[in-house]
């Protein structure tokens, strides 16, 4: 089943312990996304990444790492996680970055305390 | 900073009427226009995409583009209950990586 998967779901933290949320995706997209949700605020870019060892800023990435070493796993990593980065996260991938359609993993929902 | 507006509502429409979502964005560059239907607690989804000016239709929906007014919207017909979801607009610029979303309508339609 082509999907995309977000790994943990769930997530309780403390400030400052440094997490990974992992994205991996069966499809051999291209481009991978990662997005927060927030009330109010609709869904915001963080990161993205075009192909293999090519990511860039998207609209909010203070805060927060990528890598892409490997063209289907694209992990969010947030050294130092604070209160104001409790959210909701998206990983998306597409194949390619041309205005193709997304596919979304089912969201990690993060609390920091 | 690149745009993309919706009213948040809620637009609340009777089973069996028409919905309209209306969207618009501040870039002329955008070539590409996507709705997405997220229920809540999910993840968003694909509904409808759009590249050129005018009318795509598949099933009750409808998507609309008037990249002179910058204005695309969704008409979705007879709606039905399982229609209730925020749905999404997002927008991709040609040539620039990045996809903006708008913050999304909320659709109640009422049985």
Redesign the interface.
Same mark, same amino acid.
């Given at each position: 089943e082509a999907q995309v998967t977000q790994n943990p779901r769930y997530l309780i933290t403390v400030t400052g312990k440094k997490l990974t949320v992992t994205c991996s995706q069966n499809m051999n997209h291209e481009y991978m996304s990662w997005y927060r949700q927030d009330p109010g605020l609709g869904l915001r870019q963080i990161y993205y990444s075009m192909n293999v060892e090519v990511t860039d800023k998207g609209d909010v990435p203070e805060g927060y790492k990528v890598s892409r070493k490997e063209k289907r796993n694209f992990p969010l990593i947030l050294e130092s996680p604070s209160p104001n980065q409790t959210s909701l996260y998206f990983c998306a991938s597409s194949l390619s970055n041309l205005g193709d359609e997304q596919y979304f993993g089912p969201g990690t929902r993060l609390t920091v305390t | 900073q690149k745009e993309v507006e919706q009213n948040?509502g809620p637009l609340s429409v009777p089973e069996g009427a028409i919905a309209s979502l209306n969207c618009t964005y501040s870039d002329r560059g955008s070539?590409?226009f996507?709705w997405y239907r997220q229920y809540s607690g999910?993840?968003?989804? @694909?509904i409808m995409?759009i590249?050129s000016n005018g009318d795509k239709e598949d099933g009750r929906f409808t998507a609309q583009l008037n990249k002179a007014s910058q204005y695309v919207s969704l008409l979705i017909r007879d709606s039905q209950p399982s229609d209730s979801a925020t749905y @999404?607009c997002?927008v991709?610029s040609?040539g620039y990586?990045?996809?903006?979303?708008?913050?999304?309508t909320k659709l109640q339609v009422i049985p």
């Open positions: - | 948040s070539q590409s996507f999910k993840s968003p989804e @694909l995409s590249y @999404l997002a991709n040609g990586q990045k996809v903006t979303f708008g913050i999304g």
